[in-house]
């Protein structure tokens, strides 16, 4: 892999996660980048590319604001000429973007590059867009079947209690453990920090998934700069490094079946989420780091099961590993010795679906900093990792180093 | 009381109608390789993509259960199902002689565990005054 010059986020900002329906799109997305700019005492006319998160639910809202986001949150700021384009990579987007702005400045053509992304969809289960009974098959998949999202994550989930031996007590946990940072994180929808008992009553939405071991939907809107590092200094006291930004998607033979598809066709040797083993391994490569060098992560625990089975994914570890790490207090959000989610994660947000990826990073790059006030890890965290894996087969995730 | 026709609300995914329904797949005449529903290329990405070498196959309507869940909340439309009030219905994933893993509404909720053989049959979504109109279902055997 070819070695571009160094680049490094110098400022993050973040529109609360919640409900918004008296609120745009770009409107949200015009918040986010304002405060991302004072983060680096940046004037919006030294933005010099821009790319942005294109919202997945088009037709149900917003509509054309939907699809070309990008010139629309640069109409609402104000048209400087920029080159911007617009990017749908299901809930791996702001992950992607992310790559995307990172690329342009790591690859000389630009000084200064944002990412940005803005998402209403806190409206509960989504559902296919098209009615096109040939050739979509999201359409064909949900009107034959009635898959919804959190069945799917039930059907893996279910599988893994099978092969690893996963308990409900494990899985229940998971959100005792995320759930104690909502009430300390002001950006997040839900504030309150559940017992175990308090999960395990929660209805059951498919088995074995609770309601409260599946996050909600959310509206949501996020931006990060990054420049050039050498330049870095002009910006920020404490830049962040980025030391990998990569995308992935799955390899034939990958032995579930992504959302959207019918089947599967199995292959030895080939794993499961070959989409998110697939750019965690990148990461890794780019970087030149490994597993034990990472100090705080933030992973899509979209329900129970992605938690376990994404930490798995991002430690590159042998499956059923996140459960003991879970159990033994090693992943603490604040204290643990590898805290994962310090954000309060999906669960505490809500999840906007193509801002996600961002509102990881800004929690991460805060981290690395220190300014994450009461719900700073305690570790002295110099590197972290960040990755969200989207519909269809999509991942994306993110090295970041403290570069001060 | 006359029986009212039954219909595929999509058609082509399965053979119908038919006393013993298959599902309608394509293989590639080169690789072997599988794909539901039945795709114009060869999936296999060391494959060539030439649509003359896939064929039309029916699946043999026989498989195991690689996972399930039971969906206890109404999918939103354009997923329909009766009867009224919303009744909870499994979700399985099944591996099928081809070794192909397909998706279905399984027929049953209750004894359903990992492993298992089941046989594709069909079953209904919902009707209007004139018509049924049906997809495929796995049913436990
Ligand atoms: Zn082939």
Redesign the interface.
Known sequence: MKKFRDVAIVGVGLHPWGVFPDRSMPEMAVEAISEALADAKMEWREIQSMVAGTYLWVSQREGMFGILSGTAISAAMGGIGIPITSCANACATGGAIFREAYLAVASGLYDTAIAVAADRSAG??F??QS?D?QFD?D??????????NP?YW???C??RM?DLGTTEDDLAMVKVITSKIAPLNPKTRYKKAFTKQQVLES???????HLMEICATSDGAGAIIVCAADKAKKYTKKPVLVEAAVIGSPT?GD?T?PLTY?????RPGVGILTESRNAIAAAYKMSGRKPEDIDVIELPDNSSWHYFAYLDCMLQAKDGEAEKLLRSGKVDPIDGELPVCPSGGLGACGEAVVAQGLFQIYELVKQLRGEAGERQVKNNPKVALAQTYGYAGNNAACILSKAW | MTAKKQVP???G?FTWPSDKPQLI?SRCKKCG?????KAAFC???SCEKVRENVEQIKLSNKGKL????????A?????R?EPLPFQP?A???VDTEE???????LTSNDNLK?GMTLEMTTGKLYEDAEKEYI??MWKPV
Do not use: D
């Not at chain 2, 690689?66 to 909340?73: D, L, M, P, S």
């Open positions: 509960g289960f559902r296919p009615q009974p098959l359409y064909i998949r949900y009107v034959m079947t009635g898959e919804t069945a039930a059907m893996e279910q599988r099978h209805p059951m939405v498919c088995a074995p998934l034939f032995h079946i019918l089947s599967a066709y199995p | 609300i999509i058609e995914l797949a390789t599988v794909t539901f529903p999936a296999n990405p690689w996972t399930w869940t039971v969906q206890q909340y999918p939103p439309a354009p997923f199902k219905y979700i399985g994933m070794g192909l893993r397909v998706l279905g509404i990992i997809t495929w």
